[in-house]
């Protein structure tokens, strides 16, 4: 069984930056897809931003340009450093990951919240504007 652990978040004026963590236990994350996602009140989770096995990554459109998701293989931990954020993006924020099958490709199912078994408990972000 897979723990996240989510830190990070908080509150920012538009234009700010945050950061947020997702640790994790119980396996190893360089076998799995990682992801970040999003759930305004009244709104559908939506994909924010995930990242393959081998690194490489996508993103949503609203989000292209001003968030960075990445991994620490070592510390066993995901990331998403948020800049220029906007009043939009204030949401709870959840890390999730894939445990289904290891080293297999996401593509085009990597920002769809159904492909993903784990999830952290989220962390709010609000922007004000």
């Known amino acids: 069984q897979v723990q996240l652990v989510q830190s990070g978040g908080g509150s920012v004026q538009a234009g700010g930056s945050l950061r947020l963590s997702c640790a994790a236990s119980g396996d190893t994350i360089s076998n799995y897809y990682m992801g970040w996602f999003r759930q305004a009140p009244g709104k559908e989770r939506e994909g924010v931003a995930g990242?393959?096995?081998?690194?490489?990554?996508g993103y949503a459109d609203s989000v292209k340009g001003r968030f960075t998701i990445s991994r620490d293989n070592a510390k066993n931990t995901l990331y998403l450093q948020m800049n220029n954020l906007k009043a939009e993006d204030t949401a709870m924020y959840y890390c999730a990951i894939h445990t289904a099958r290891r080293n297999i490709w996401a593509g085009s199912w990597l920002l769809r919240p159904t492909e993903y078994n784990y999830w952290g408990l989220g962390t709010q972000v609000t922007v004000s504007s």
């Open positions: 990242t393959e096995t081998d690194g490489s990554t």
